[in-house]
């Protein structure tokens, strides 16, 4: 189990640096254009730069740690965090489900408060505050300054 967990880590971070250099090479074929002026490829090239430069740190750790940190890792997490992948995964389904009738900001308001409960279960106060704040940031930086159109939901 040890050398397989880090043997599968080092295959995932070589599958996600080629998948960002495949990335790179179809946003040249695209206009990248400028900072100023940017072409359809620019946010593909530097998001694919950025994922490969954040990746290439994982590999070479993934590469010189020991299989008894693995060892050491699997006895702590036991099988408690697939509950988590599989809530998160349930309400990214849900958010997209409902975004178009609700509006973006109940149903982002809705997914963080899911997302800050899976990490703080106890802690409603908290959750609620941040999700609530986290949502209407969003929607500020998004609708009202980058002009995004998002649906508006029941807000019509």
């Known amino acids: 189990m040890k050398a397989a967990n880090k043997k599968a880590n080092i295959v995932i971070v070589l599958l996600i640096e080629l998948f960002g250099i495949l990335i790179i ?8 254009g400028t900072i100023n002026n940017p072409g359809a490829g620019f946010f593909p090239f530097f998001l694919a ?4 430069s954040l990746c290439f740190p994982v590999l070479i750790n993934s590469i010189k740690e020991s299989d008894a940190l693995y060892e050491k890792i699997a006895q702590k997490s036991g099988e408690g965090p697939f509950w988590k992948v599989v809530v998160t ?3 990214m389904m849900v958010y997209a489900v409902f975004l178009d009738t609700l509006g973006s900001l109940i149903t982002f308001f809705l997914l963080m408060v899911g997302l800050f409960w899976i990490g703080n279960p106890h802690r409603w106060r908290f959750v609620l505050g ?3 704040l986290v949502a209407i940031l969003a929607n500020l930086l998004f609708i009202t300054i980058l002009k995004v159109p998002f649906p ?5």
């Open 152 to 156: 508006p939901g029941i807000w019509r």
């Open 89 to 91: 995964l349930g309400l």
């Open 130 to 132: 941040m999700s609530a």
């Open 49 to 52: 730069m950025a994922m490969c």
């Open 25 to 32: 090479i179809e946003s040249f074929k695209l206009e990248i």
